[in-house]
């Protein structure tokens, strides 16, 4: 606050919506509230339903909102602390909220850029947790490969994905976010959701999934095969597994994003399937399944360490099938420890 040229910051949770800054910031995991700091002290407002489990969780000092609707009972706090100018995040605030918290006295600054830029670097607790759920994840997976047979629905294995995943220990899969199931001619759709579709013999299936624990995510694509699949499809397998190796080797603090996006990409292109090729090569994973930095060819970011992003170059031709590996890695002072490793990248075959 001190550097934007602020002596306060709110936040501003609404249905869940926008929960992942308020948690990072306070720890508190309800679905509505408002976080006000200053250089003092920390507020966390919120009504009846959650005053325990604020108390519960957060060092934050928690208010009732009591009768108030979120907008009065944070603009009388902001107007009794008298801060000379607020920071919001303009990009997750409402408009029709932040009407009601003007006045005449008060100033504000949109700091939306920050919370992103602090979350890319994760401490020790944090990366526990993304290692945590990535283990879930792998054991998961694995647990529900010994229950397929043919015949079994996308839709089926992912359900039963979830529950394996649940089981082992994790809050859910991805909050919000269903699985990539897809079978055949459809895993050319590199975010097709799972359908009624039955799973025969021959065909090719991409799952894209991953567990939350303690609110991080892991993030993981791996590739399986009733019977045997074609020989065009283990030939874009061990290309798609070569374009991500080769890319991984590469990260390290100072990279550019961009450039290691453009080894995979290079490499597929040199294959012939660069026009297959048609999302960026991954993305940082935390509280939510995209933040930053962002590894695309349009990306302005550099790894520093502490970043944890995923590495998941793919092929997705249209009548054929697709192809994508993805795993996490955590950037370190001297490279990058991949967290999702313990799930062999090997086409299975069942």
């Not at 995943?165 to 959701?193: I, L, Q, T």
């Not at 962002?294 to 697709?322: F, H, K, M």
């Amino acid at each position: 606050m001190k550097e934007e040229g602020t002596d306060a910051f709110f936040v501003y949770v609404n249905e869940g919506y926008n929960w992942e800054n308020a948690y990072y910031l306070s720890g508190f995991r309800g679905t509505s509230c408002s976080l006000l700091l200053t250089s003092e002290r920390e507020y966390l407002v919120t009504d009846g339903r959650y005053l325990q489990q604020a108390n519960d969780q957060s060092d934050f000092k928690v208010v009732d909102q009591g009768k108030k609707g979120m907008a009065s009972a944070l603009l009388e706090l902001i107007l009794e602390i008298g801060p000379k100018c607020t920071g919001f995040e303009g990009d997750r605030v409402p408009e029709s909220f932040f009407r009601k918290l003007q006045r005449p006295e008060l100033k504000w600054k949109d700091l939306s850029h920050v919370l992103p830029h602090l979350r890319r670097f994760k401490d020790e607790s944090e990366i526990e947790n993304i290692g945590v759920a990535a283990d879930i994840a792998s054991r998961a997976f694995e647990k529900t490969l010994e229950a397929v047979c043919e015949g079994i629905s996308e839709s089926s294995f992912s359900n039963l994905l979830e529950y394996n995943v649940r089981e082992a220990g994790a809050e859910c899969g991805w909050p919000g976010h269903g699985f990539v199931v897809v079978s055949g001619e459809r895993s050319s759709m590199p975010h097709g959701a799972p359908t009624g579709k039955k799973i025969m013999s021959g065909e090719w299936v991409t799952v894209d999934f991953g567990a939350t624990y303690n609110g991080y995510i892991s993030d993981i694509t791996r590739n399986f095969v009733i019977g045997r699949p074609a020989n065009k499809m283990i030939e874009l397998h061990d290309l798609v597994i070569r374009a991500h190796e080769e890319a991984a080797a590469l990260l390290r603090p100072g990279v550019k994003c961009s450039d290691i996006d453009s080894v995979a990409r290079s490499i597929i292109s040199e294959a012939g399937y660069g026009g297959f090729f048609n999302h960026g090569l991954g993305h940082g994973i935390g509280l939510e399944i995209h933040e930053r930095p962002r590894l695309s060819s349009a990306s302005e970011d550099v790894l520093y360490p502490g970043d944890v992003v995923t590495v998941e170059p793919g092929i997705y031709i249209q009548g054929l099938g697709g192809v994508r590996i993805e795993d996490d890695y955590l950037v370190t002072p001297e490279g990058a420890d991949c967290l999702t490793g313990k799930l062999k990248r090997r086409m299975v075959s069942i």
